[in-house]
């Protein structure tokens, strides 16, 4: 394996690490080999702030390794009848390895303890295979806020 990590502990991320947060889910986009202006596209969609952190509309966690966090998700509340997984990105060297599998457990786990029955998600074309693995169900698709003409998958799955 060319990445190694000891224990992964996963917990309520921290408002003052927003930043971090949002260069994590751009590096994490950049895995699939997007062009830098695609990414640099998609930077305001995929930016976090300190106040979202704080919101009771969100829920956003880690996945740490020692002191390292190697991924993230974020849920959102603001939705009647769902939660919508609003983030879930973890860091390229540590894709492959399990920590994003972890990650939507955990998200489940917390979408179900807040009431909700559903957990929708807009993914990634190239997240497709990991979101039904993850047993989400592809209902659809959205057009993308970043990339004008852009289509990209609706999953839902049942909590």
Same mark, same amino acid.
């Given at each position: 394996l060319p990445f190694q990590f000891t224990q992964i502990n996963i917990r309520h991320a921290? %408002?003052?690490? !927003?930043?971090? @947060?949002?260069? @994590?889910? #751009? +590096?994490? $986009?950049?895995?699939?080999?997007?062009?830098?202006?695609? @990414? +640099? &596209?998609?930077?305001?969609e995929l930016s976090y702030s300190?106040?979202? #952190? &704080?919101?009771? =509309?969100?829920y956003f966690a880690v996945a740490q390794s020692d002191e390292e966090i190697l991924g993230f998700y974020a849920l959102d509340y603001s939705h009647?009848?769902? =939660?919508? /997984?609003? =983030? @879930?990105f973890v860091e390229p060297e540590a894709i492959g390895v399990g920590i994003g599998k972890q990650l939507m457990k !955990? !998200?489940?786990? +917390? =979408? &179900? /303890?807040?009431? !909700? $029955?559903l957990l929708r998600i807009q993914g990634d074309p190239n997240a497709t295979k990991f979101y039904q693995a993850s047993g989400g169900k592809?209902?659809? +698709? #959205?057009?993308? /806020?970043?990339? %004008?003409? &852009?289509? #990209? %998958?609706?999953?839902?799955?049942t909590l």
């Open positions: 921290k %408002p003052e690490e !927003a930043e971090q @947060l949002s260069q @994590l889910a #751009l +590096q994490s $986009k950049g895995h699939w080999g997007y062009s830098e202006e695609f @990414l +640099q &596209r998609c930077k305001e300190e106040q979202q #952190l &704080r919101s009771d =509309a969100y009647k009848n769902y =939660a919508e /997984l609003e =983030a @879930l !955990a !998200a489940c786990q +917390q =979408a &179900r /303890l807040n009431g !909700a $029955k592809l209902v659809g +698709q #959205l057009a993308s /806020l970043s990339i %004008p003409g &852009r289509m #990209l %998958p609706i999953f839902e799955v």
